[in-house]
T-cell receptor, first 113, second 110 residues
Framework: SAVISQKPSRDICQRGTSLTIQCQVD?????MFWYRQQPGQSLTLIAT?????????ESGFVIDKFPISRPNLTFSTLTVSNMSPEDSSIYLC??????????FGQGTRLTVV | DQQVKQNSPSLSVQEGRISILNCDYT??????FLWYKKYPAEGPTFLIS?????DKNEDGRFTVFLNKSAKHLSLHIVPSQPGDSAVYFC?????????FGAGTRLTVKP
């Protein structure tokens, strides 16, 4: 199992600004995953963060908008850049899966005004 | 491109009765399926899974059924308890990829 501490739990931000979300895992993991859940939508994978290499982004997500850091095997950050109201979502980090259970942080509820 | 669909955004049942949550998928490459439960202000937590080689997996009050020909799975909760009130996500995995449904909000009334 894995315990993930994610922060902040929520934030209200002005459009045009950036927010960095942090995730700390209690064990070393090779891959960490960042998801977004827009209101009424499914969890959508943004990118996979590998330690020591560039993150791999899913279709529709770009590094300039969602830069990711992975400085070691227990920590990762996701930045939501130049925010607009459309970025209002819940952002989740995760480890594990897809053929075993995935473990999630508690999520960051972002509201952009 | 919604490969995993949960067509019922909400479900309300009486305590003690059965809750049935449904999930459909479109991609035949999916061969492993999972259900997660999410309480407010918490991340999803794993509930139960099933491999495509099985059609049923049971864990206490929770049973997942898989119908591969229909590309359909369901989660049965018997008996339902008020503490089961949460959002339930189904997920489908295949080819090192995992996709989630949009979730069904279950309310169990005392």
């Amino acid at each position: 199992s894995a315990v993930i501490s994610q922060k902040p739990s929520r934030d209200i931000c002005q459009r045009g600004t950036s927010l960095t979300i942090q995730c700390q895992v209690d064990s070393q993991v090779t891959m960490m995953f960042w998801y977004r859940q827009q209101p009424g939508q499914s969890l959508t994978l943004i990118a996979t963060a590998n330690q020591g290499s560039e993150a791999t982004y899913e279709s529709g997500f770009v590094i300039d908008k969602f830069p990711i850091s992975r400085p070691n095997l227990t920590f990762s950050t996701l930045t939501v850049s130049n925010m607009s109201p459309e970025d209002s979502s819940i952002y989740l980090c995760s480890v594990g899966g897809p053929y075993a259970e995935a473990f999630f942080g508690q999520g960051t509820r972002l509201t952009v005004v | 491109d919604q490969q995993v669909k949960q067509n019922s955004p909400s479900l309300s049942v009486q305590e003690g009765r059965i809750s049935i949550l449904n999930c459909d998928y479109t991609n035949s490459m999916f061969d492993y399926f999972l259900w997660y439960k999410k309480y407010p202000a918490e991340g999803p937590t794993f509930l139960i899974s099933i491999s495509s080689i099985k059609d049923k997996n049971e864990d206490g009050r929770f049973t997942v059924f898989l119908n591969k020909s229909a590309k359909h799975l369901s989660l049965h909760i018997v008996p339902s308890q008020p503490g089961d009130s949460a959002v339930y996500f189904c997920a489908a995995s295949g080819n090192n990829d995992m996709r989630f449904g949009a979730g069904t909000r279950l309310t169990v009334k005392p």
